[in-house]
């Protein structure tokens, strides 16, 4: 597990010095960097000893850093938004598969924390169209099926927390969490208002749910991984 480890490490690294990259405002620079990230977490998983949902999350990361390269396109016309839109769609889905696919406990022991974080998703959701729905021209209805889709996969680590036994369960929620934060200020910087540093933020909480992602699921179906 040592390589695996080594490598997580350097991307962290990386990430770091893309961050650093995109706050000195070297746009030229992290254009040619960004599609040079998520291959390693995709050679982390590669290598990883087989278990029964590694290909998922392989397929997952592989539609995420698709997303990725389309996107540094998305100024050049909607076509290519819609396009890194649908890939992440496709990412997002495996995602909801993989974390069913996660060895659970037989019955949700905390039903009541289901329904409370369903209740605060659905208000997240409905809040969120109706600020950006006056906003969105002709773009409505893939933003809608988008949002819809990183809530249900928002649920979905959400109902895997309440079941999972590992401790390897925080991080996935956390992951998935910050993807949908990571989503939404992309969302609102691009439709409503423009945010400070927007593209600092959007990377910093993606890349960091997407490494969260990653590191919980490796950790869950392997003990011995550790960034430590």
Known sequence: MRKSNGILKIFIAFCLGYLLVIALRLEDIAM??????????????YIHKIFETKKLLLTALFFSWLGDCVLLFSDQGDLYFIIGLVLFLIAHFFYIILFTKQKSQPLLQNKSGFWLGF??????????????????????????????????MLLSALKGW??????????????????????????????????????????????????LLTYGILKMNKKQITLH
């Open 32 to 45: 040619y960097l960004k599609p040079l990230l998520l291959p390693f977490l995709l050679y982390t998983v």
């Open 119 to 152: 209740v605060a998703v659905s208000a997240y959701l409905f809040g969120f169209l109706a600020l950006l729905l006056p906003k969105l021209g002709k773009l409505k209805l893939p933003v809608i099926i988008y949002a819809l889709t990183i809530s249900i």
């Open 162 to 211: 309440l079941r999972w036994k590992k401790e390897s369960r925080h991080y996935i929620l956390t992951g998935a969490a910050l993807f949908v934060l990571s989503d939404s200020i992309l969302a609102v910087d691009k439709f409503y208002v423009t945010v400070p540093l927007a593209t600092f933020w959007i990377m910093t909480t993606y890349l960091t749910a997407q490494l």
